[in-house]
């Protein structure tokens, strides 16, 4: 029987891995022994065994590059919203927000009883966002050759001209057309629905239209055409006056433009963005002193005698002598300025206020004023008129050839003798130069060499020599209207003046004006100045009846059935602009009606008739009655009922 032990039995001692066998014969190697293959060296012919690097140095690296890639971010993103903050919030603002001007409402221009002249419609400036036509917006490189091709029919425009437009580089806003109708800028609206549609569903077709937009604006428009054109003028193409009263009174015309700044996306604005808006002011409605029937009747008689007559032009005036106010200012030939591509450059403007010329004639009125004014003759002194009268240098005539009259005062004006009224100036001083001192003051007074009041754009005020400066000739034409000049309007006041009791009333042609509030401001009252005495004044209105109502007068072609009429003929050498020779003749007629009691003043002038005859009376003088006739009944002026002064022509020896 085996003995059982009670202590724990030994551990068995598991075998590890056998170590290779070291050959036979080889043992350690010694201290100064060559050393052999090194331990773990693959043996020659072995297969190589690849070990794993250390990821250490290669962690070093990526977290070096992470830390400056983190670093360069870190720097611009201080510098973007430090340094340069404000300059690229400017820039983000600038290319977010557009701002654009709010045209103020153009003020209309009315007659002296509201009918309109020129008005201001509903039109559109088209415009377009130049950064929509590029080839990153539009993922195609012709984009503004496209979209011109489209839209240049329309804007009546060449293609090269709006394809540069749309080509602008870094730039937001450019002008395609100016004031373009609503009918313009619905063509191009349908044209936008309608590709807009097809990119939608055709993936091959781009909107190249969605960068063109409309402003509302205001197109200027003239209902009436030609009719008073060389009054009102026009508005050019930047939307300020380019002449007549447009431009006279732009600045009240015009108002005060707006601003509206909003930001937009894709070429709209952002309605939930807010936007800042300075509103618009609008202009001021004017009203003008003429009368538009009595403008339409001055206007159509001057045109049909200027082509009658083959002339170069003629104008037609008509004054209210007791204010002032011009009824009636009338060119031909005459424009329209709706359509300024049609109007030849000879016809712009307002020859009545523009042109200087010698009256003739009709400047003998103030030769016979100063003559009575000084008290050196009466309309019955007697004045003998030789055939011929030597005087200075010269040899002066009438305008026929006749024998010795036998004329009073009156019948040298009713007769229009140019050497009666040289004969009658020379009484005005004891020598000629004191003659023509004191008749250069008459001149002066009655308004010659000055501006009329008007402050017309281009305004001529005429040409008069000093009394001192006068030429050997000039101090013997100028008392019959010869060597000075002067404009239709002088020549109006002239005889307004005289129907006036001797008073010059400065003329208008503005009434007033009706602000955006619906106040009506009246124009100043204009300036008036005594000329002659009422007497004088009187006196002259009887001598210038002789010359349309004595048979022997001049002008008996201007009378009125019914009508006491007053007023002069006019036949004058005229120096021809384009060589400053004489050249042709200046035709006129001027006077007033009722010549007892005084209404409306009339003047009427032709430049070179060259076809019929070219005397005042005779071309003039039916005008002044036609327009005359007119204007007495429009304003229904009744004839005064009294008869005629009938001052005598001429006398017995």
């Known amino acids: 029987m085996t003995e059982v032990s009670?202590?724990?039995?030994?551990?068995?001692?598991?075998?590890?891995?056998?170590?290779?066998?070291?050959?036979?014969?080889?043992?350690?190697?010694?201290?100064?022994?060559?050393?052999?293959?090194?331990?773990?060296?693959?043996?020659?012919?072995?297969?190589?065994?690849?070990?794993?690097?250390?990821?250490?140095p290669r962690l070093r690296m990526v977290s070096l590059a992470l830390t400056l890639v983190m670093l360069a971010f870190v720097v611009r993103l201080l510098q973007v919203q430090a340094v340069d903050a404000s300059a690229y919030?400017?820039?983000?603002?600038?290319?977010?927000?557009?701002?654009?001007?709010?045209?103020?409402?153009?003020?209309?221009?009315?007659?002296?009883?509201?009918?309109?002249?020129?008005?201001?419609?509903?039109?559109?400036?088209?415009?377009?966002?130049?950064?929509?036509f590029t080839p990153g917006t539009t993922k195609t490189t012709d984009a503004p050759e496209q979209a011109a091709a489209l839209l240049a029919p329309i804007l009546g425009q060449d293609m090269e001209t709006v394809a540069g437009k749309l080509s602008t580089k870094n730039s937001r806003y450019t002008l395609l057309a100016?004031?373009?109708?609503?009918?313009?800028?619905?063509?191009?609206?349908?044209?936008?629905?309608?590709?807009?549609?097809?990119?939608?569903?055709?993936?091959?077709?781009?909107?190249?239209?969605?960068?063109?937009?409309?402003?509302?604006?205001?197109?200027?428009?003239?209902?009436?055409?030609?009719?008073?054109?060389?009054?009102?003028?026009?508005?050019?193409?930047?939307?300020?006056?380019?002449g007549g009263v447009e431009q006279q009174l732009d600045e009240e015309l015009a108002g005060k433009d707006g601003k509206i700044r909003y930001a937009q996306s894709g070429g709209r604005q952002v309605p939930t963005a807010g936007s800042t808006e300075t509103p618009a002011v609008a202009g001021s409605d004017v009203e003008?002193?003429?009368?538009?029937?009595?403008?339409?009747?001055?206007?159509?008689?001057?045109?049909?005698?200027?082509?009658?007559?083959?002339?170069?032009?003629?104008?037609?005036?008509?004054?209210?002598?007791?204010?002032?106010?011009?009824?009636?200012?009338?060119?031909?030939?005459?424009?329209?300025?709706?359509?300024?591509?049609?109007?030849?450059?000879?016809?712009?403007?307002?020859?009545?206020?523009?042109?200087?010329?010698?009256?003739?004639?009709?400047?003998?009125?103030?030769?016979?004023?100063?003559?009575?004014?000084?008290?050196?003759?009466?309309?019955?002194?007697?004045?003998?008129?030789?055939?011929?009268?030597?005087?200075?240098?010269?040899?002066?005539?009438?305008?026929?050839?006749?024998?010795?009259?036998?004329?009073?005062?009156?019948?040298?004006?009713?007769?229009?003798?140019?050497?009666?009224?040289?004969?009658?100036?020379?009484?005005?001083?004891?020598?000629?130069?004191?003659?023509?001192?004191?008749?250069?003051?008459?001149?002066?007074r009655f308004g010659i060499g000055s501006p009329s009041g008007l402050g017309f754009p281009g305004e001529t005020k005429g040409i008069l020599a000093p009394a001192d400066k006068w030429s050997t000739s000039q101090q013997y034409t100028i008392p019959f209207g010869q060597g000075v000049s002067i404009n239709a309007m002088q020549a109006t006041s002239v005889y307004s003046t005289i129907a006036n009791g001797g008073v010059r009333v400065e003329p208008t042609l503005v009434r007033g004006a009706k602000g955006p509030d619906g106040r009506f401001t009246p124009a100043p009252k204009p300036k008036k100045t005594r000329v002659v005495s009422k007497k004088t004044a009187k006196t002259l209105a009887q001598m210038l009846e002789s010359v349309v109502d004595d048979e022997e007068g001049t002008g008996t072609r201007a009378?009125?059935?019914?009508?006491?009429?007053?007023?002069?003929?006019?036949?004058?050498?005229?120096?021809?602009?384009?060589?400053?020779?004489?050249?042709?003749?200046?035709?006129?007629?001027?006077?007033?009606?009722?010549?007892?009691?005084?209404?409306?003043?009339?003047?009427?002038?032709?430049?070179n008739a060259t076809r019929g005859s070219y005397f005042g009376g005779q071309i003039c003088g039916p005008i002044y009655k036609q327009v005359m006739e007119f204007a007495l009944k429009t304003l229904q002026i009744p004839p005064t009922g009294a008869g005629p002064a009938r001052l005598p022509v001429s006398f017995t020896p």
């Not at 201001?120 to 929509?132: E, G, K, N, Q």
């Open 288 to 444: 003008l002193t003429i009368d538009r029937d009595i403008q339409w009747a001055a206007q159509n008689a001057i045109s049909e005698q200027v082509k009658k007559s083959g002339a170069d032009r003629g104008y037609v005036m008509v004054q209210d002598t007791r204010t002032g106010e011009i009824l009636a200012m009338a060119n031909s030939p005459g424009f329209d300025p709706n359509d300024l591509s049609q109007a030849s450059s000879a016809a712009l403007g307002n020859a009545a206020l523009q042109d200087a010329y010698e009256p003739g004639s009709t400047a003998k009125v103030m030769s016979m004023a100063a003559v009575l004014e000084e008290n050196v003759a009466t309309p019955a002194t007697h004045v003998v008129v030789p055939n011929r009268l030597h005087r200075g240098d010269r040899l002066f005539q009438d305008d026929i050839d006749h024998p010795t009259w036998n004329l009073t005062l009156n019948g040298v004006l009713a007769k229009s003798s140019n050497i009666g009224t040289i004969l009658a100036t020379g009484q005005l001083g004891k020598t000629q130069k004191q003659a023509n001192r004191i008749l250069y003051t008459y001149l002066r």
């Open 89 to 132: 919030a400017a820039k983000a603002e600038q290319n977010r927000y557009v701002g654009r001007t709010l045209a103020a409402e153009r003020g209309g221009i009315t007659d002296r009883n509201g009918v309109e002249l020129a008005t201001s419609v509903d039109a559109y400036d088209i415009t377009a966002d130049p950064m929509m």
């Open 6 to 56: 009670d202590r724990e039995p030994p551990r068995r001692r598991v075998p590890g891995p056998a170590r290779p066998a070291r050959p036979a014969g080889r043992s350690r190697p010694g201290p100064g022994a060559r050393p052999g293959r090194r331990p773990g060296a693959p043996r020659p012919g072995a297969p190589r065994i690849i070990r794993l690097g250390s990821p250490r």
């Open 178 to 242: 100016h004031r373009q109708t609503p009918q313009v800028w619905k063509q191009i609206k349908d044209l936008k629905t309608t590709l807009a549609a097809k990119a939608e569903t055709d993936e091959g077709t781009v909107n190249v239209l969605a960068g063109v937009l409309a402003v509302p604006a205001s197109k200027r428009v003239y209902p009436n055409g030609e009719l008073a054109a060389g009054i009102l003028g026009w508005v050019n193409a930047d939307g300020k006056g380019g």
């Open 559 to 607: 009378r009125i059935p019914g009508y006491r009429v007053a007023g002069k003929t006019g036949t004058a050498n005229r120096v021809d602009p384009a060589t400053g020779k004489y050249h042709g003749y200046t035709s006129s007629f001027a006077g007033f009606a009722p010549a007892d009691k005084p209404r409306v003043t009339v003047y009427c002038a032709i430049q």
